[in-house]
């Protein structure tokens, strides 16, 4: 009986330290598979964390490109856009492709460094466009030092913003056209009228003397044509006055166009 007593004893005791090797391989296990799954997360922690800063990195760099690109064309220098005022006087002018013009926008080609003048009195003016700006070679070109060359004119006139209003009894008398400082022959004596445009998106009461267009037949004159010698309708014979006082065959190629006039009747 005793030694079946030992024999259970001694299983007992076998089975139980069989059990508490196996806990304790359990929890080594646990343990380094505890550790693996640490440094596998602290791994593709880093990664991602090197991956996230090259990518903040090169957009950092592609702003930065973009920023220098931007303000390399802000900072670029230009003529400034002329837009007249209420009371000056301003060329009208289209080329011979009604390419490029001016009509007193901020927006037509021939913007740039327009020659306007404010009326200001009786006396004499000069008024003018040029394509002869870096910036208008740029809108045109692209290039501010490519080559460009105006030709011909489909329209020429001078006017004065607003003029039917502010100055309403004045009288524009057309002396002289120069085409890059050479003189275009007047053929016939210019006359002045109110003429209706639209300047900035908005019309005005303009009054003006046009150098040559094609669309107003001497047989028809404006009802309000006035010249220096009174109320055109009042005279014997108009036959001297035109809407076309040069030959525009005569304008070739050009980049400056220069108007000198005559401003009376102001009081």
């Known amino acids: ?132 700006t870096d910036a208008i070679r740029y809108d045109t070109t692209g290039d501010a030092n490519g080559e460009l060359v105006a030709n011909g004119s489909a329209f020429m006139a001078v006017q004065i913003l607003d003029g039917a209003d502010v100055c309403p009894n004045a009288i524009i008398t057309i002396n002289s056209v120069k085409v890059d400082g050479a003189e275009i022959a007047l053929t016939k004596q210019s006359y002045t009228n109110t003429e209706t445009a639209e300047v900035g998106g908005e019309e005005h009461n303009n009054i003006r003397a046009n150098i040559y267009n094609e669309w107003v037949s001497d047989d028809a004159l404006p009802d309000d044509a006035r010249s220096a010698e009174g109320n055109l309708s009042e005279l014997a014979d108009t036959s001297a006055y035109s809407a076309q006082i040069i030959d525009n065959t005569q304008i070739g190629d050009w980049t400056t166009i220069e108007v000198d006039f005559t401003i009376s009747g102001m009081e």
Do not use: H
């Open 1 to 132: 009986m005793k030694m079946k007593k030992l024999l259970a004893f001694l299983l007992a005791s076998g089975m139980m330290c069989a059990a508490f090797t196996a806990c304790g391989d359990d929890d080594s296990s646990s343990e380094t598979e505890s550790s693996v799954t640490e440094e596998f997360s602290e791994a593709e922690e880093s990664s991602v964390t090197e991956e996230s800063s090259d990518a903040e990195a090169s957009s950092d760099a592609d702003a930065s490109e973009n920023e220098s690109s931007v303000r390399q064309v802000q900072t670029q220098e230009f003529e400034e856009a002329v837009v007249p005022q209420s009371g000056d006087a301003y060329l009208s002018v289209v080329d011979g492709q009604w390419w490029l013009q001016y009509f007193g926008n901020d927006t037509d080609y021939l913007t740039y460094d327009a020659g306007v003048v404010p009326i200001t009195g009786n006396g004499d003016y000069t008024v003018s466009v040029t394509c002869d």
